[in-house]
T-cell receptor, first 113, second 113 residues
Framework: KNEVEQSPQNLTAQEGEFITINCSYS?????LHWLQQHPGGGIVSLFM???GKKKHGRLIATINIQEKHSSLHITASHPRDSAVYIC???????????????FGKGTKLTVNP | DSGVTQTPKHLITATGQRVTLRCSPR?????VYWYQQSLDQGLQFLIQ???????AKGNILERFSAQQFPDLHSELNLSSLELGDSALYFC????????????FGSGTQLSVL
């Protein structure tokens, strides 16, 4: 079993729909990252969370440390949101933080006009 | 633009050869991370340097090595290349090794023929 599980693997939506991508993990973490990868390969860091909720524009990320679960929401989705969204966690190490990231397999989102 | 520069963007080489990938971190960032992204394995952490010193190692093969120079740029050396080393190699940087936002370069696409 992977340490980081994302669902769904693929998601197709119509423009304007509200989208939720889920991430569950099985280890203690110091932080969780949401990344966006567009066709063509470049990776952009969307959020880094250690608790609570963060919002940036139409994107909202939440994390529940007790339940080891995070969600990424996109409101009023647009075709330019089409990308692969990757959840990555920093497992806690003996140093109290961690230098390593463990990645989920990604969720491929397609938003149709 | 993340501020992280990777060169070259594309590299085509033959099995058995050696290549060097280069990464210049964002101005002010002391930590550099290398990741490999392949179709079957997804994104995997290879190695991290902080201010010139190796900080953490992930799934890095013995044929691969890296270093971070005094000017903070980093190089990833891949030797005795095999077909399976074909992948997208990303560099990322952050201010410090813990709890920091990551900034990714655009990647080097390595094709081993």
């Amino acid at each position: 079993k992977n340490e980081v599980e994302q669902s769904p693997q693929n998601l197709t939506a119509q423009e304007g729909e509200f989208i939720t991508i889920n991430c569950s993990y099985s280890v203690g973490i110091s932080a969780l990252h949401w990344l966006q990868q567009h066709p063509g390969g470049g990776i952009v860091s969307l959020f880094m969370l250690s608790s609570g909720k963060k919002k940036h524009g139409r994107l909202i990320a939440t994390i529940n440390i007790q339940e080891k679960h995070s969600s990424l929401h996109i409101t009023a989705s647009h075709p330019r949101d089409s990308a692969v969204y990757i959840c990555a966690v920093r497992p806690v190490s003996y140093r109290g933080g961690s230098e390593k990231l463990v990645f989920g397999k990604g969720t491929k989102l397609t938003v149709n006009p | 633009d993340s501020g992280v520069t990777q060169t070259p963007k594309h590299l085509i080489t033959a099995t058995g050869q050696r290549v060097t990938l280069r990464c210049s971190p964002r101005s002010g960032d002391l930590s550099v991370y290398w990741y490999q992204q392949s179709l079957d394995q997804g994104l995997q952490f290879l190695i991290q340097y902080y201010n010139g010193e190796e900080r953490a190692k992930g799934n890095i093969l013995e044929r691969f090595s890296a270093q971070q120079f005094p000017d903070l740029h980093s190089e990833l050396n891949l030797s005795s290349l095999e077909l399976g080393d074909s992948a997208l190699y990303f560099c990322a940087s952050s201010v410090d090794p813990f709890f920091s936002e990551l900034f990714f370069g655009s990647g080097t696409q390595l094709s081993v023929l």
